[in-house]
């Protein structure tokens, strides 16, 4: 469930804005789930066709970003910068969002934690139907404008200028998801090259 954009600290615009994107990205997601499971997860897919192909999933990473720009902006002004829960409740769901559909595919299996061990069993049944065709082609696919190395060091930039804030972005980042982190480095540094005549992933 969603955090409604009037009870964020409304102080912080991006924090606003953030809330007002997940809000859209959790419903449709929300309907496609609940069209999925009335239907039967593997016998009706044709319900993916409603799900938009373009949900805002950048958008929530331009907000995160904004936010702890704005978080450290008050914390030089000396004013309040410390998150209510509420707000990092909003941070999280929108760094989960990003990582299930802009890192998580991008990965080979067997790099990071799994759908499979970070939901319900129905719930990663329901969202590996979301994301997947039976042929096995993705019914969602990863941004084109952007790459693995691009979103990790977006999401690294955030940690940084986190160092000198406390109760922060980076600090839920740093506190939940620094697993994720280290693994996309880990292949961004060390992934073998593929046999011959395999194009290299654009990671």
């Known amino acids: 469930?969603?955090?409604?954009?009037?009870?964020?600290?409304?102080?912080?615009?991006?924090?606003?804005?953030?809330?007002?994107?997940l809000?859209?990205?959790?419903?449709?997601?929300?309907?496609?789930?609940?069209?999925?499971?009335?239907?039967?997860?593997?016998?009706?897919?044709s319900v993916l066709a409603q799900l938009p192909k373009t949900l805002p999933i950048l958008n929530l990473l331009d907000q995160l970003e904004a936010l702890q720009t704005?978080?450290?902006?008050?914390?030089?002004?000396n004013q309040e910068t410390v998150l209510g829960l509420r707000d990092r409740k909003v941070v999280a769901q929108a760094i989960d969002i990003v990582l299930l559909f802009e890192v998580l595919p991008r990965r080979p299996r067997?790099?990071?934690?799994?759908?499979?061990?970070?939901?319900?069993s129905h719930a990663s049944s329901v969202m590996t139907s979301l994301?997947?065709?039976?042929?096995?082609?993705?019914?969602?696919?990863?941004s084109p404008q952007t790459t693995l190395s691009q979103i990790i060091e977006r999401l690294?930039?955030?940690?940084?200028?986190?160092?000198?804030?406390?109760?922060?972005?980076?600090?839920?980042?740093?506190?939940?998801y620094h697993s994720d982190i280290i693994a996309s480095l880990?292949?961004?540094?060390y992934a073998p090259l593929p046999p011959a005549g395999v194009d290299v992933p654009a990671y």
């Open 1 to 21: 469930m969603s955090v409604p954009k009037e009870q964020v600290t409304q102080e912080y615009a991006s924090l606003v804005q953030l809330a007002t994107d």
């Open 23 to 45: 809000d859209y990205v959790l419903g449709t997601l929300k309907t496609a789930t609940q069209q999925l499971s009335q239907s039967g997860v593997t016998r009706d897919i």
């Open 70 to 77: 704005e978080l450290l902006v008050a914390q030089e002004r």
């Open 110 to 120: 067997g790099v990071g934690v799994e759908l499979s061990k970070r939901l319900t």
């Open 131 to 142: 994301m997947r065709l039976p042929n096995g082609r993705r019914n969602w696919e990863p």
């Open 156 to 176: 690294a930039v955030i940690v940084d200028r986190g160092s000198r804030v406390e109760g922060d972005v980076a600090a839920v980042l740093i506190g939940k």
């Open 186 to 189: 880990l292949l961004l540094a």
